[in-house]
């Protein structure tokens, strides 16, 4: 599954004004919930959450990766958010995150899940597209750096 596949220009959003851990998922969990009406954002938030208290998705070199299990969905779902300066995200390295790329999958889904995963986090450590994202200053520009 390509990134293309899973993420619209509608669920890209560059330089968010975004406080906390929290609020940053409850972005998340709201652009999903505007994209598909099935989605209901308290659940896309518990789900995120929940992932979260298992440990952080933050990977490290300002990037997180949070992503959770959603009843509702039939195929999985990414949403990316920039926001400057970053946030506390509790991530291994324990730098601040300004890039977020969230996933959500169906509950029911396992191995793609963790495919999906895997081609993000490729793409993500290539340092040259991380630097044209954190230089996007718009959302259609973050979206053509990741597809």
Same mark, same amino acid.
């Given at each position: 599954?390509?990134?293309?596949?899973?993420?619209?220009?509608?669920?890209?959003?560059?330089?968010?004004?975004?406080?906390?851990?929290?609020?940053?998922?409850?972005?998340?969990?709201?652009?999903?919930?505007?994209?598909?009406?099935?989605?209901?954002?308290? +659940?896309? !938030?518990? $789900?995120? #959450?929940?992932?979260?208290?298992?440990? *952080?998705? @933050? /990977?490290?070199?300002?990037?997180?990766?949070?992503?959770?299990?959603? +009843?509702? !969905?039939? $195929?999985? #779902?990414?949403?990316?958010?920039?926001? *400057?300066? @970053? /946030?506390?995200?509790?991530?291994?390295?324990?730098?601040?995150?300004?890039?977020?790329?969230?996933?959500?999958?169906?509950?029911?889904?396992?191995?793609?899940?963790?495919?999906?995963?895997?081609?993000?986090?490729?793409?993500?450590?290539?340092?040259?597209?991380?630097?044209?994202?954190?230089?996007?200053?718009?959302?259609?520009?973050?979206?053509?750096?990741?597809?």
């Amino acid at each position: 599954m390509e990134i293309k596949d899973i993420l619209s220009l509608d669920c890209t959003r560059c330089a968010v004004p975004v406080t906390s851990k929290k609020r940053a998922l409850q972005i998340i969990s709201d652009i999903a919930s505007e994209k598909l009406e099935t989605l209901n954002e308290e +659940d896309v !938030l518990a $789900s995120l #959450l929940c992932r979260e208290k298992m440990g *952080s998705t @933050g /990977i490290g070199q300002g990037i997180a990766i949070p992503h959770g299990r959603v +009843d509702g !969905l039939s $195929s999985p #779902l990414a949403i990316v958010i920039t926001c *400057s300066p @970053g /946030i506390e995200f509790d991530s291994i390295d324990n730098q601040l995150v300004d890039i977020f790329f969230a996933i959500l999958v169906p509950t029911e889904q396992t191995d793609g899940h963790l495919q999906t995963l895997a081609r993000i986090a490729q793409k993500l450590s290539d340092k040259e597209v991380i630097k044209v994202i954190r230089n996007c200053h718009s959302d259609n520009a973050l979206y053509e750096a990741l597809v």
